[in-house]
Each structure stands twice: as structure tokens, then as C-alpha cells.
């Protein structure tokens, strides 16, 4: 069988069934007398063992066998979670996610396992899982009724002894094929170890049968060693008493059940109850996704298009029919961009586990805060976010988190605090990267990048805090004493801020020396279609984001006021800012009218007026980027085209509020 059409939900899957264990093991190393969470991990596990043997990645499947050992033995009390058996846990993991990632980049996904296996053998040795033996299986009179009585009836009764090989992995599953054989050929009485037991694995590599059929000993023979790696099997004839020897109650009750047999392992009573709910979801190429969402940004362009002709037109049939074009094709709108749209924790997920590692190899006491982990971003965007994170991470726990000796020394807690948060803001998310740490230290960082030549003297003079922090974000430049494994060489920090600003983001620092900094990117919700508010000044059309309003209001010269050159307005109580965008922009032929139209614009919790010249509507409008020729304009998110072929450029209001 062609397995190569199943690799791409292997892959996916297995990478699910590996974050979960993570997840799990961090949650239990902090709960540690929680076996829940063991059972969880030793669920992920077993799948991934299987799904991995039945691919053919015996690596893969070997490691994973060794660690359902080492957490079975967890479970069952018989080994204590201390921290080397953790330890080995989360380096059994980091070695099944390299042979994952090698499987996904067309390798062949072998890794040299033996120490690893070792360790997890040695610690499985210390304290040895008990298992139940298959040496013996046990005929109560009740049993013995149900064979006397099948035997009066003309069949056969036989224990069956099957010994698998010592190198199977899937004894479960290959226990359940010998059951199917066995029930093809007659009725299951009684099993040792019982089918619960078989179902879990917890026996060695034998189990025995009682058998009652019509077939002959050498015919189930050679049917049992069809399956594979059975290694054995041995058919015996039971003995049964005769009916006089047993007591009325007992043959009453073995008539009762005598219909009643024993079901195979796992596969026949998990399809029943789980018949009832069928599949409803269904893995799609990304390609395709993009694909679909090309297409209906030009169904919403020629959508406007339609829009406008009708309004010119004035055709009640037409009006009515575009109206309801424009129904349909905003609910369309709805699904596509809810399919592309993945909660950030699928990245932030992998970060507990990577500060944990980090902060054991400095020897630093750090907490991870996870705030907002169900904020949705668009899949193109969360694709590209995940690099830039992990480099803000390791800069936050080696450069910010100081030394537990240290934090003490300066009044506060040993355990430090790296905060990460998610939050929208209009049509932008915004992640937010918090630490307590000792700050960026603004003479060191100047200095360093004198000495870099990144700046000269008479520029080190004019920059603020701001605009020094940002110097850090230069090619190379690093405050690092000394490289090491976690950082120094000066490749992180410009990383993050070319990949975010290549999809339409942007990145700011804020730092208090001795008490801890702030790393803030800015991304886009979607990359494709939003709602917004057309304004008009003078000849030009400009697109205001939704999202970013909070209304729209009217407002008379009389009521501005002006605060230290700048004008201001009370809106509900609170005094905001007021921005001419006509002189913003430098707007050509702006005249002044007799009041001011403006629009309330919000981002995070701060709020600004925009002054316009006139509002034209709401309209759905595909986001276009300006390209390279014109990157970096001031507080210009893209383009848009109208339904009258004219281009409107979008104004981000979040870079007009600071």
C-alpha cells in the first residue's frame, strides 16, 4: 500500500499529538500529583507510536514505545515523576519534533536515538512496571457450564496460547487482528489478560484464549500466524466436565449467557459509540485558500463597480438585484476570511516549553505569562510571526531577566516575569512582549553603536530614548559581552523587525532601566478585505479602516479649543486630540467650511479626532499594498481601488495616535 498519500495528515497530526504533549508535561511538572495529565501525554503518545509504526518511521516509533513505558509506570504509581524522568520526557520530545520536522522536509525522519532510548530504559529499570502475565488462565464453573454446553451442541473448545514478538510495537493492535481471526472462526469465552487489559498494552508479549468453534486446530493455526509478528501459537484441547458434576444455578446461568461472548479489543466498541457524529472537519492546502481569496478580491472590486453603475442608473430591478449580489457576496466575504483566520496560541503554544529549557541552561527563575492566546490573525500572517517571537523570547530571558542573585540584591522577586500579550486594536492585532527585567541601558546602547559606526556623535545627540532603543534593530549590533548559544552574534533583533515590516507591521520598544522592557509589534488583522469609512477632502478619497472607529461626529469652530499649540475637543467627558488631515497630508485646494466633520478614531484605550471635509459611506474595499515604491509612507496602510476605477489610499489610524 501506497502510504505516501497519508504523509501529509501524518505529519500534521503528529505535530499536533507533540504540542499536546508538551502542553500537558508543563502543566504537570508545575501539578505534579495530577496523574490526568499523564494520562493525556500517554494517550498523545500511544497514537503517535502508532501512527508512526504504521508509516514505517521505526525511529520515531521505537523512541515513543520506550516513553509510554516510562509514563505508564508514572501512572500507576510505580515510579515517582522526579526531575530527571521529566527532563528525559521533554528531550524525547525535542527528538521526536527534529525526525517530525525531517519527515516534513522530505527526509526520512531516522535519528540516532540509542542514548535517549537508553536513559528511558535505565529509568524504567530502577523501578520495573509490573505487567500481567499470560501464564495461566483460570476455568470457574461458570465457564466450565458454558463449554460443557457448547460441547453438547457438536463444538470444539480450545485455549489458544499467542506469543508475539519481542520487537512489536503495536501489541494492541495486533492482538485486536488475532481477536477478528478468532471471532471469524467462532465464539471468544474468556481471555487472560482480560480485553481491558490487552487494550492498554498491559501484558508482556503472550496472552491466552478459550475458543469455542467448529474449526479444525490446524486451520485456526494457520489463520492466527497470518497476522503479523506473531511469533507462536499453541492449540489446546480443553477438557470439559460433564453436566452432572456441576450444580443447577450454575447451567441455568450459563444458559442464560450462553449467547453472550467476549468482544474484541478496542476497535468494535470505540466504532460504536462513535457512529452517532460524523466527521466534520477536513484538512485544505493553504494554496487552495489563497487561491479562492484572489478570486474574490476581484468579486469585490467589479462587486463596487456594480454598485456605482446601479446608483447612476437608478434602476429599481438592477438596484434590487445588486442589493442582493451584495448579501450574498458579504456573507461569502464572512466564511472565507473566518477560514483563513487561526488563533495566535497555535505559535505562542511552543513558548512555555522553549523558556523553560532556556531559563534551566542560564539558571534563571523565569515565569511565562500567556495573555489573549485566542486572538485570531490571519494564517499568512501567523506563518511568518513565529521566528520573530522566539528571537524577542531569547533576548527577554538573557538580556532582560537578570540573575535570581541579582533581582534579590535589587529588591525584587528571584523568579522573573516575561508577559506575552495578544490583543486586537482596530484592524490591527497587537502583541505585546513584557519583562521586569534590568531594561535597556540607554549609555550602553549608544556607545556600542558608535563604536559599530551605526551613528556618529553629532547624531547620538538629537536621538531620543525612543529612537536609541530602536538602534538595537540595526544589522550585528549586540550589547553581549560574549556570543553564546543563546544569543551575542546581533542576527535576532533585525530579523524581527525586517520580517514584520514585510507584512505590513511595524515594531516599538519601550524600556524603564532597572525595572523591566516592552517589545510592541504592530500586525495586520488580514491581508485582504476590510470595511471602511470613504471620506472626501477636496478632490481626494481616502479609506478609513472600521474597525479603528468609534463614530462620526459634527463639529463648530466654537468648540475647539487649543492645548499647547494643538488642538483639542471634549468628546463624552474626555478631552482628545484633533488631526487635520488635509494638512497631514498637504491636501491641495483645502478650504475651510463652517464646521468641522470629524471622525473618532480609537487604538488600545487611547482616542484621537480625524478632521476630514466630507463623509461619502461605508463600502467593502480589497486592501492593495503600495509595493516598493513607495514603502514606508507616513500613517498609509495601502490601497484600494473604487467602483469607479479611482485608487483611495487607506489611512492607518493607528500611527496617527501616540
Known sequence: MDMNQYL???????????????????????NIDDLSYVNEIFRSAHTLKGMSATMGFDDLAQLTHKMENVLDAVRNHQLDAHTEVLDALFESVDALEIMVQSISEGGDGQLDVKLLVQKLQRIVAEEPVAKHAASSIEYDELVQALLSQTADQGFNAF????????????????AYMVFDVLEQAGDVIKSAPTVQDIEQEKFESSFIVILVTNESQEKLQTSIMEVSEVESVNIATVPVKAQTEMKEPVLQAAAAIQEVTVSAPSKSSVEEKKQPSSNKTIRVNIDRLDSLMNLFEELVIDRGRLEQISKELNNSQLDETVERMSRISGDLQTIILNMRMVPVETVFNRFPRMVRQLSKDLRKQIELQIVGADTELDRTVIDEIGDPLVHLLRNAVDHGIEMPQARLKNGKNEKGTIRLKAYHSGNHVFIDLEDDGAGINREKVLQKALDRGIIDGKTAETLTDRQVYELIFASGFSTAEQISDVSGRGVGLDVVKNTIESLGGSVTIDSNEGYGSRFSIQLPLTLSIISALLVQMSEERYALPLSSIIETAIVQPKEVMHVHGQKVIDFRGAIIPLIDLKELFNVPNSVQGDHYSVVIVKKGEKTAGLIVDTFIGQQEIVLKSLGHYLPGVFAISGATILGDGQVALIIDCNALIK
Open 159 to 174: 485455549e489458544i496460547t499467542v506469543q508475539l514478538e519481542s520487537t512489536c510495537l503495536l501489541k494492541a493492535a495486533r
Open 8 to 30: 501529509e495528515v501524518f505529519i500534521e497530526e503528529s505535530k499536533e499529538h507533540l504540542q499536546n504533549v508538551n502542553d500537558q508535561l508543563m502543566r504537570f511538572e508545575k
